[in-house]
């Protein structure tokens, strides 16, 4: 089995030559950490992007699955059956917390690829340090690897964020993307009801909210 440090020799062969692109080390070290974090952007969007076009069927379902009992909760108010309302409210509560659950896993699968590079940097930018002008709450009078990989990091994000509309496989996802928000003009809302019925009293009694 191949040892940690093996792993980042090799990633050694493949990550150094970024931060050899110019000759100024200072320049270089900027640069190659900004094209490092802009790599591990695209790998953690490629993740993500492969984990939702394997589980779409699955999403398709939870979200068709949240659609039907909202809707049966908000028809339920309106026709004054509490019993009813509470039993689609409870299911659409347990749909959509799948639906969030989901949610957050997706979007921590874009961060995998972060850990390796700060570990790789470990090994070759753990002593190095850049002082600051004045002493900073919780991070003192200096700052290290980490803090300008998390800041180029972000900067990374939102460049990658500007150039998605123009990559052709992430716009392609993106469309797909905008099919689930048209599906959420079928979900039906108290707003809509309250619109319907002129405000009147027959949601009073009705406390809480449908899962959505």
């Given at each position: 089995?191949?040892?940690?440090?093996?792993?980042?020799?090799?990633?050694?062969?493949?990550?150094?030559?970024?931060?050899?692109?110019?000759?100024?080390?200072?320049?270089?070290?900027?640069?190659?950490?900004?094209?490092?974090?802009?790599?591990?952007?695209?790998?953690?969007?490629?993740?993500?992007?492969?984990?939702?076009?394997?589980?779409k069927s699955y999403l398709d379902r939870l979200n068709n699955e949240l659609i039907k009992w909202n809707n049966l909760s908000v028809?339920?108010?309106?026709?004054?059956?509490?019993?009813?309302?509470?039993?689609?409210?409870?299911?659409?509560?347990?749909?959509?917390?799948?639906?969030?659950?989901?949610?957050?896993?997706?979007?921590?699968?874009?961060?995998?690829?972060?850990?390796?590079?700060?570990?790789?940097?470990?090994?070759?930018?753990?002593?190095?340090?850049?002082?600051?002008?004045?002493?900073?709450?919780?991070?003192?009078?200096?700052?290290?690897?980490?803090?300008?990989?998390?800041?180029?990091?972000?900067?990374?994000?939102?460049?990658?964020?500007?150039?998605?509309?123009?990559?052709?496989?992430?716009?392609?996802?993106?469309?797909?993307?905008?099919?689930?928000?048209?599906?959420?003009?079928?979900?039906?809302?108290?707003?809509?009801?309250?619109?319907?019925?002129?405000?009147?009293?027959?949601?009073?009694?009705?406390?809480?909210?449908?899962?959505?």
């Amino acid at each position: 089995m191949i040892s940690e440090l093996k792993f980042y020799l090799l990633l050694d062969r493949v990550i150094i030559p970024l931060y050899r692109l110019v000759d100024d080390p200072l320049i270089g070290f900027f640069l190659g950490t900004f094209l490092l974090a802009f790599i591990t952007v695209v790998i953690g969007e490629f993740t993500i992007s492969f984990v939702f076009l394997a589980n779409k069927s699955y999403l398709d379902r939870l979200n068709n699955e949240l659609i039907k009992w909202n809707n049966l909760s908000v028809e339920a108010i309106e026709a004054g059956d509490k019993e009813a309302y509470k039993i689609f409210n409870d299911r659409a509560n347990e749909v959509f917390g799948k639906v969030l659950f989901f949610s957050i896993a997706y979007s921590a699968a874009s961060l995998w690829p972060a850990p390796f590079a700060l570990g790789w940097m470990q090994y070759r930018f753990f002593s190095v340090e850049f002082p600051l002008p004045f002493k900073v709450p919780y991070l003192g009078d200096s700052v290290g690897y980490i803090f300008v990989f998390v800041l180029l990091y972000i900067l990374a994000k939102l460049v990658f964020l500007y150039l998605k509309p123009y990559l052709p496989y992430f716009r392609r996802i993106k469309a797909v993307l905008d099919e689930y928000d048209k599906e959420g003009a079928r979900l039906k809302s108290f707003a809509d009801l309250m619109e319907k019925s002129g405000g009147v009293e027959k949601t009073k009694g009705l406390e809480g909210r449908s899962g959505t």
